[in-house]
Every structure is written in structure tokens, then in C-alpha cells.
């Protein structure tokens, strides 16, 4: 995965909103702001017809969010996901891009 200037955040928020959403802890702050910029992102994908980016973000992102990332971690679910989804994996980490652009756009941060 190439890095862009937000893919670090973005990955982390998508990570600590699967882990707090299992936990049912209520946060405020930015934490909460991030929350609701991933909530939207989810919803905006799904209305938007694209449920296979929606199926990226919480094959590589969700699972195992309460465990630390380790080295292939990402690398290895995004293969595992391309497999089911008959994908490049190319194309998988396009769609995580696209969603981490969107959670950019509306968590208000800069590219």
C-alpha cells in the first residue's frame, strides 16, 4: 500500500471505530468526530451502491482491530478479500483509498 497523507489517520480511526463499536464505549471529542466521519463513510458507500467497498473496509480495517497491526497484516487481508471477491488486488486497495478519501472529506482534513 502506497502511503498518502492521510492513510495512517484514516486507517486508524477506521481501526478504532470497529474496536470501540464491539466495545459499545461512548467517546467525545475527536475521537467521537472520527467516529461520525466513518459512520458516513459507511453510509455513503452503501447508498451509493459500492456495499464491495463497504466489504474492504471491514475485511482489512474491522477484523482483528482490537489486536495490534503487525508487518502484512493489511497486505494478507487484502488478499484474502480479493480472493472472495473474484478482485485485483490492486483494485482492493484502490477501493480502500477511495474510502479513505471519503472519511477525509468528511472528518475535514487536507490531502
Given amino acids: ?5 492521510i492513510r495512517d489517520y484514516a486507517t486508524a480511526a477506521f481501526r478504532d471505530y470497529a474496536r470501540r463499536l464491539n466495545s459499545g464505549v461512548d ?3 475527536t475521537a467521537a468526530e472520527d467516529d461520525e466521519a466513518v459512520r458516513k463513510t459507511l453510509q455513503y458507500f452503501k ?3 459500492k456495499p464491495y467497498i463497504v466489504g474492504a473496509i471491514e475485511a482489512v480495517y474491522f477484523c482483528g482491530a482490537s489486536e495490534p497491526l503487525r508487518i502484512c497484516n493489511i497486505s494478507r487481508r487484502v488478499s484474502r478479500y480479493a480472493l472472495e471477491q473474484f ?3 490492486s483494485t482492493v486497495y484502490r477501493w480502500l483509498k ?3 478519501r471519503k472519511f477525509a472529506e468528511y472528518r475535514g482534513l487536507t490531502l
Wanted: charged share 55%.
Fill in 98 to 100: 477511495e474510502a479513505r
Fill in 47 to 49: 447508498l451509493e451502491g
Fill in 1 to 5: 500500500m502506497k502511503k498518502d497523507r
Fill in 27 to 29: 467517546v467525545s471529542g
Fill in 87 to 89: 478482485a485485483d488486488e
